[in-house]
């Protein structure tokens, strides 16, 4: 069974880079088996993709954050990163990572990290 | 990107009742639709995939039908546990968007 972890500061100041890591256990970010995701929940709201990389180093972004954000691998420690540029009080959320697993015509984030709040204000 | 609209964004019923919550899509996602659970503080849940399909380990009073636009999740016989905030997500286009979730709550 697959077991993400978030880590990183809970605060961040405007138009600085937001950085948090996703430690995984009981998989290897070397497998085929999943992507690597990171979604966010603002506060009282909805779900929102910000994209995954797949353990070649493949990479996809959602349109809407694809100039702001970086997704990377360091497969020695085991664990993934955000980086997120240029912050605003509209990227204060709570940000998953998760596990996306594709097979065939399905997709679907089968295992996901606690969460951990980002707060963006001086 | 493809929008996903759920309805109600909230609804209140008792236990035991049969609970129905739509989601339809900006344009047609054949099934690849999946529905998840959220309750207050925690990540959210696979409880259905390929619109239809359950989980394993998922209670099979939790289902899940449509195809194309048109998408309904059931609860036949809610339970206190089940209280939560229900998504959909379609996976027919990246980004894979979510619906504005359905808020279920106990009478």
């Known amino acids: 069974q697959v077991q993400l972890q978030e880590s990183g500061p809970g605060l961040v100041k405007p138009s600085e880079t937001l950085s948090l890591s996703c430690s995984v256990s009981g998989g290897s970010v070397n497998s085929d088996s999943y992507y690597w995701s990171w979604i966010r929940q603002p506060p009282g709201k909805g779900l929102e993709s910000i994209g995954y990389i797949y353990y070649s180093g493949r990479t996809n972004y959602n349109p809407s954050l694809k100039s702001r954000v970086t997704i990377s691998l360091d497969t020695s420690k085991n664990e993934f990163s955000l980086r997120l540029t240029s912050v605003t009080a509209a990227d204060t959320a709570v940000y998953y990572c998760?596990?996306?697993?594709?097979?065939?015509?399905?997709?679907?984030?089968?295992?996901w990290g606690r969460g951990t709040l980002v707060t963006v204000s001086s | 990107d493809i929008q996903m609209t759920q309805s109600p964004s909230s609804l209140s019923a008792s236990v035991g009742d049969r609970v129905t919550i739509t989601c339809q899509a900006s344009?047609?996602?054949?099934?690849?639709l999946n529905w998840y659970q959220q309750k207050p503080g925690k990540a959210p849940r696979l409880l259905i995939y390929d619109a239809s399909n359950l989980k394993t380990g998922v209670p099979s009073r939790f289902s899940g039908s449509g195809s194309g636009t048109d998408f309904t999740f059931t609860v036949s016989s809610l339970q206190p546990e089940d209280i939560a905030t229900y998504y959909c997500q379609q996976f027919n286009n990246l980004p894979y968007t979510f619906g504005q979730g359905t808020k279920l709550e106990i009478k």
């Open positions: 998760a596990a996306l697993e594709c097979s065939g015509a399905t997709c679907y984030f089968d295992y």
């Open positions: 344009q047609d996602i054949s099934n690849y």
